[in-house]
């Protein structure tokens, strides 16, 4: 069986839209994906890239097709709750390396589900601690545990380390796609993921 | 059924592979699609935005990533003889323009196949009249004449007319296409293109 990994940002929403569509394909394939939080402020940095939402601003049509294909997607993954955060962009750092927290204390699954929900479905402004602290106490998690140990230096390093070895694999945005070391770029990509999970030895699927 | 059409520059190496694709999409839904000349110049400078291989330039993992698509496009679709024109990029008004001659001559089906594979298979210098009209002539068209009438206002006038009717419907890029109203652009969407067709009335395929 190939690995698989999902690297992401909570502040992408093709990201979450992915996360979406990814128990289906793991449903279809029997291959369960390596979540791997990855800071798209650092891979930006360390590419030189930056956000479509900054890129294609003042570019006529090309935003518009972008949200267009968000549309489709949602529509044909039936992803009825989807929507644009009203305080979009978020700023990540915090939420991101509160996820390396979470899987020191070995609840990062849950953590994963709750700040996706947050930030694209609730529209919870998921950079102000107090907002975020709130929305894990109420998802049963000890939120500000999570937010303390978001501070330490041994989960600073692994998100950092985390980033630059994504980038060094081939990484220049989110979320990106890992079939062992063939490498996929963007929620539209997950058709062909799944192909080269089969390729690989994943099961055949419907 | 449909009307479906394909917006193309002869200059964009994912139009030339679109077109590869195109007439098994036709095969499969019964559907033809109507060819239209759309300068890329023109879509960059009525949208603001630039070539993947401008745009691209000095982000790190990206321009990589976009060849690497285009290795499995060509590898997913068997295109042996494709290669990158050494003469890229290849100032393509002449050969637009002669293309819109070509309508005008009862020429065009012709005139495409020779002019994509002269640039994206024998790396011909296609923005040089000499080598242009040697090509067109070795394949048994009027080079001379569809060159003089690539200079007549009437032609002029036809392909900016296209260009701008082809942004006014939302292009920004080559290739796009179009399933009646339904835009889609790129040559990674053509599943999504076959899947529209056959929902607008097309064919179900094999």
Do not use: C
């Not at 999902?6 to 793991?26: C, E, M, Q």
């Not at 267009?68 to 955060?85: G, K, P, S, W």
């Not at 979009?88 to 390396?100: D, E, G, H, K, Q």
Request: hydrophobic content about 45%; cysteine-free; charged content about 25%.
């Amino acid at each position: 069986m190939p690995k698989v990994e999902f690297h992401f940002d909570f502040g992408s929403p093709n990201a979450y839209l992915a996360h979406r569509v990814l128990p289906g394909v793991s449903a279809r394939t029997g291959v369960a994906f390596d979540y791997v939080p990855v800071l798209l402020g650092g891979v930006f940095k360390l590419t030189g890239n930056r956000s479509p939402f900054e890129s294609l601003k003042g570019i006529r049509n090309k935003l518009e097709y972008e949200q267009l294909e968000i549309r489709r997607f949602v529509r044909r993954h039936d992803i009825a709750d989807f929507a644009i955060n009203p305080h979009f962009p978020v700023n990540t750092l915090m939420i991101m390396r509160a996820a390396i927290a979470a899987e020191f204390e070995g609840v990062f699954a849950r953590y994963v589900e709750v700040v996706f929900r947050h930030l694209w479905v609730e529209g919870s402004k998921m950079d102000d601690p107090a907002v975020v602290a709130q929305a894990l106490r109420r998802s049963g998690l000890d939120g500000d545990r999570l937010l303390a140990r978001a501070q330490e230096a041994p989960v600073k390093d692994k998100l950092l380390r985390n980033t630059e070895e994504s980038v060094a694999r081939g990484t220049f945005g989110s979320p990106t796609f890992f079939v062992d070391e063939a490498i996929f770029f963007g929620k539209d990509r997950l058709d062909a993921v799944e192909a080269e999970i089969r390729d690989a030895g994943g099961r055949a699927g419907a």
